[in-house]
């Protein structure tokens, strides 16, 4: 059964959305493999900070099929179409990575460039799947975030006020 990976990010009512994913996340795809939240500064934008995630799962589902499924929770969450890239959002759920899928198909792009580009994609994934390697490079998701240029870096774990 094919294993997936999906950033969650949220800036808006974060506890609340960020918790309702979780939810629906687990009603779809079962067991869900959690890693810590992280704080972190909103990039390319001035707002809010967001808390950050990465969870993993296992499904039979088409990869298309998993995205579609993702845009609907974000819609359930408030999550607007019309938002720009780098703007407060209620919810943002990716499919960063679907076992060894290399995908380019407009907006579904598999692996997400953001996981070498941003810590708050990085730091969770080498978490949960440290040995794990990119499906491109070929490096373990724990060596990419040790190299990692964390000189101003502004993230760090925290321990939200709800549990899971």
Known sequence: MPNGYISIGSNIDKDKHILASLKALEHHFGK?????????DAVGFTGDTFYNLV???????????????????ELDNGRTRNSQK???RTLDLDL??????ILNEGRLQIPRDEI???AFVLEPLAEIA??????VSQV????????????????????????Y
């Open 32 to 40: 869900l493999t959690i890693s810590s939240i992280y704080e972190s």
């Open 96 to 101: 960063i990575l679907y076992d060894g899928l």
């Open 140 to 163: 373990s998701y724990a060596d990419l975030w040790e190299k990692f240029d964390k000189t101003n870096l502004k993230q760090k774990r925290i321990t939200p006020t709800w549990t």
């Open 116 to 118: 070498e580009r941003y």
């Open 55 to 73: 969870v993993g799962f296992k499904s039979e589902k088409d990869v298309h099929e998993v995205a579609h499924l993702l845009r609907q929770i």
């Open 130 to 135: 440290p040995t794990l390697k990119h499906p």
């Open 86 to 88: 780098f703007s407060a």
